[in-house]
């Protein structure tokens, strides 16, 4: 991923928000960027990366340097599937509701 990254450059928009983290003191950094890569000098922030529906706060460690901000927010909830609901089917009314 590096030496891809070092080839094509970063767009202007990429710049911009590296430019924002670097002047930032403290206060966590909002952005719909996901396609930034983790530098080395993000360690230590609090950026909050927006996933389509509200905003993921990610505190940057060493281990996530190289990686995008976007797989730290994730788009998508895991399903949960409960107990099988009234009238389900026909052996649900076999099945105990608690």
Not at 23 to 46: A, C, M, N, Q, Y
Not at 62 to 83: C, D, N, Q, W
């Amino acid at each position: 991923m590096q030496g891809d990254l070092s080839a094509r450059g970063l767009s202007p928009e990429n710049e911009h928000f590296i430019d924002r983290v670097r002047r930032s003191t403290g206060r966590t950094i909002r952005t719909h960027r996901r396609d930034v890569p983790i530098l080395p000098e993000f360690v230590g922030k609090r950026i909050a990366v927006h996933n389509g529906q509200n905003f993921v706060e990610i505190d940057v460690k060493p281990e996530m340097i190289g990686h995008y901000l976007g797989e730290f927010a994730l788009t998508r909830k895991s399903v949960t599937h409960s107990g099988p609901g009234v009238g389900a089917t026909r052996s649900s009314s076999h099945v105990a509701l608690k």
